[in-house]
């Protein structure tokens, strides 16, 4: 890692390595809720995961947003 990016510090380091499990943990979660909470159909729940995993911070968020929006209609 020196050589790509030296000039980072330790404490730059764990705030990337926090942030990517929390990231990482609430996709899990939100994966976990898609799978068994849910009432989106196979079609629904595959694009969901998909946006979960390939648009990171965006799908996160846009997961739990439209399924608040879905729930309180």
Do not use: C, Q
């Not at 995961?49 to 729930?71: E, F, Q």
């Amino acid at each position: 890692m020196e050589i790509v990016t030296p000039s980072l510090s330790p404490l730059a380091y764990s705030i990337i390595v926090t942030l990517l499990i929390i990231y990482y943990a609430g996709a899990l979660v939100s994966l976990i809720h898609l799978i068994f909470k849910s009432d989106y159909n196979l079609k629904e729940r595959l694009l969901w995961m998909l946006a979960l995993w390939l648009l990171p911070i965006v799908g996160l968020v846009a997961y739990w947003v439209m399924w608040r929006r879905r729930t309180y209609r």
